[in-house]
C-alpha cells in the first residue's frame, strides 16, 4: 500500500475517499492523525484550495498529499455556495445550517438546476512542479424537501433525475459511481497509472 496523507479531518469524506482509492492500493492517513492543522483555503476556485491543501500537508508531513476540494454550484445562485459550500452558512461548519440557507435562497426560483464539483490534487512533494490534477462533476437539481439518510452535506436536497432519487437516497456503491468525488478518483487512478 502506498501511504498518502489526506489533506482533510471530514470523516465521512475520509471514509469515501479511502473506500474509493482502496482498490488502488493507497492507504490514506489523514491530516488530523499527523498532527497537521488544516490550511488556510483563501481562493476562489476550487482548484487553488485544493492545491494550497495539498502543499501545506505534505510540506508538514515529508509525504505525498492528496487534497479535495469540492462543492455545489446552483445555476440560480450564480454559482454559489461554490468554495464556500462547507461554509455557506458561516461558522461554525454545519451541514444542517447550509441546507436551510440554501432552501431559503432557492424559495421562488424556477431554475433549480446545480452541480457538483470535486477537484483532487496529488502532490508527491510539497514543492512539486507537476501535481496530478483531476476533477469531476456531477449535474443534478435542487429539491425543497429533504430526501434521504445516505452520505452528507447537500446530499438529501441533490435530487439526480437520470435514478428519480436523491444523492442521500441513493447506496454508497451507486453514488460511488456516479459522483462528482468517484469521477475524479477514477480519473486521478488513470493518470496515476501512466507515471
Request: net charge negative; aromatic share 6%.
Amino acid at each position: 500500500m502506498k501511504k498518502l496523507v489526506l489533506a482533510s479531518n471530514n470523516a465521512k469524506k475520509v471514509k469515501e475517499l479511502q473506500a474509493m482509492l482502496a482498490p488502488f492500493g493507497f492507504e490514506l492517513v489523514t491530516q488530523g492523525e499527523l498532527g497537521v492543522p488544516e490550511a488556510e483555503e483563501p481562493h476562489c476556485t476550487f482548484v487553488e484550495n485544493a492545491l494550497a491543501k495539498a502543499r501545506h500537508a505534505s510540506r508538514l508531513t515529508g509525504l505525498p498529499a492528496l487534497a479535495d476540494d469540492s462543492g455545489l454550484c446552483v445555476k440560480a445562485l450564480d454559482g454559489a455556495p461554490g468554495v464556500q459550500s462547507a461554509r455557506y452558512a458561516g461558522e461554525p461548519k454545519s451541514d444542517a445550517r447550509n441546507n436551510e440557507k440554501l432552501l431559503a435562497e432557492m424559495t421562488g426560483q424556477e431554475n433549480r438546476t446545480a452541480h457538483f464539483v470535486c477537484v483532487l490534487v496529488l502532490v508527491r512533494s510539497a514543492d512539486d512542479p507537476r501535481p496530478i490534477i483531476a476533477e469531476g462533476d456531477w449535474q443534478g437539481e435542487i429539491i425543497t424537501e429533504y430526501r434521504g439518510t445516505h452520505g452528507f452535506g447537500y446530499d438529501p436536497l441533490f435530487y439526480v433525475p437520470a435514478f428519480g432519487k436523491t444523492a442521500a437516497e441513493l447506496e454508497s456503491g451507486t453514488k460511488n459511481g456516479l459522483s462528482h468525488r468517484g469521477q475524479a478518483i477514477r480519473l486521478l487512478a488513470e493518470r496515476l497509472k501512466g507515471l
